[in-house]
């Protein structure tokens, strides 16, 4: 500690110290003998709610700016409290508690509006006092970082002893569910129940949509909530006798027994879905054939294209759903019930394309689509 030299007059020699060849005076007044001593943290604070983390760091009085590992956001709220007894030094040393040398102020300290040795931190730019109870906002956002109020200089530090306890509390990080959404394309026959979990990603709510085109359609997500994505699709028909695979999941049966069609004297299938809320999705397309022909089909979002093929069977010999793999039209995925997953798409529309549909001999089904949020944000 280093006091200032209005300061140092005012104290007897005998009570000063010297670091790196300086005279410092240590701080002695009526005011220092009767600081008190440090306030328990759990004084006047409410017990942990759920969505509050607690972090408990002890603070060394000859170290400056301790980490305290706790990251906050400018203006949450922030409750600190601490308890201990620690001195900047001296001849006999005086120890405070962390509210600091009541009405003591040095123009030279870390933060010269608050107590000589209180307890203060730092987020960011912004250094304020916390003493024995802080209950308030976050100044700034940023790393925490706790101190003794000591002169500005590492070199003041070394002859302080003590630490404070110290609990921090602040808002817990609540991580958002990622979004969700399922489409079941259906003639009506094969609806989905609200609480049906069909496919490769769990979500309950999937949209019934009927008929073999549509426009504007409204889309509810996982939670039953309506969504800002709208639905556009047209195909050659809807149809619900498709043969149902044999999964372990009743409701992914009822997904592939009902879909839109396309063929190549009509049309092929064609879906758009806009105004998609997710910053970023995945999209899993419910799509494949369901005859005995070994014809190879393909889907495609515009950019990348999966290329697919029976193997000779029905999807009703089909005892799980085959992901399509193969993006090379020579050499497609083989076989019953497949499914494409179109990764780390970003774009608020997203259109999806079938081909190699045959009039009368080979139809490229669509089942479903569901698209999931991959990056949701706290």
């Known amino acids: 500690m280093q006091t200032h030299s209005r300061l140092a007059n005012a104290v007897p020699a005998a009570m000063t110290k010297t670091v790196s ?15 008190p001593p440090g306030v328990a943290p759990a004084q006047g604070v409410a017990p942990a709610q759920a969505s509050e983390a607690i972090a408990t760091v002890s603070v060394d009085a000859q170290k400056p700016w301790v980490d305290t590992g706790v990251d906050l956001k400018a203006g949450e709220a922030l ?84 630490k404070m306890d110290v609990e921090v509390r602040h808002p817990a990080a609540v991580s958002k ?34 008929g073999a085109s549509g426009s504007g359609v409204v889309l509810q997500d996982n939670t039953g909530t309506p969504t800002t994505a709208r639905l556009t699709f047209n195909s050659t028909g809807a149809y619900d006798a498709f043969s149902a695979p044999k999964t372990p999941s009743a409701a992914t049966n009822v997904l592939y027994q009902g879909g839109v069609y396309g ?7 064609s879906i758009t ?14 799509a494949s054939q369901d005859t005995t022909s070994t014809k190879t089909l393909s889907i495609s979002n515009g950019t990348m294209t999966f290329y697919y093929r029976g193997n000779g069977q029905m999807n009703a010999g089909a005892t799980g759903l085959l992901l399509t793999t193969s993006t090379d039209q020579a050499n497609p995925t083989v076989g019953p019930a497949q499914y494409q997953l179109f990764r780390g798409l970003t774009g608020s529309s997203l ?6 549909s045959i009039n009368n001999v080979l139809g490229n089904i669509v089942f479903g689509v569901q698209l999931v949020e991959t990056a949701a944000a706290p």
């Open 79 to 162: 409750t600190i409290s601490a308890n201990g007894r620690w001195t900047n030094g001296g001849n006999p040393p005086y120890f405070a508690g962390p509210d600091g040398f009541a009405g003591v102020t040095l123009p030279e300290a870390t933060l010269n509006s608050a107590n000589f040795a209180a307890l203060i931190g730092k987020v960011g730019d912004h250094v304020f006092f916390v003493g024995s109870a802080y209950r308030g906002t976050s100044p700034a956002a940023g790393r925490l970082y706790l101190q003794i109020n000591d002169i500005a200089n590492a070199n003041c530090f070394a002859d302080n002893s003590g």
């Open 263 to 269: 063929d190549n004297a009509t049309r092929e299938v």
């Open 177 to 210: 569910t990622p979004g969700m959404f399922g489409i079941n394309f259906t003639a009506g026959g094969y609806r989905l129940a609200p609480t049906d979990l069909p496919g490769v990603v769990p979500g309950a709510n999937w949209n019934n949509v009927i």
């Open 351 to 356: 259109t999806l394309t079938t081909g190699g």
């Open 21 to 35: 060849g300086v005279r410092l005076a240590a701080l002695l007044s009526l005011v220092m003998l009767a600081a």
């Open 273 to 286: 879905i806009s105004n998609i809320p997710y910053a970023k999705y995945d999209a899993y397309v419910y």
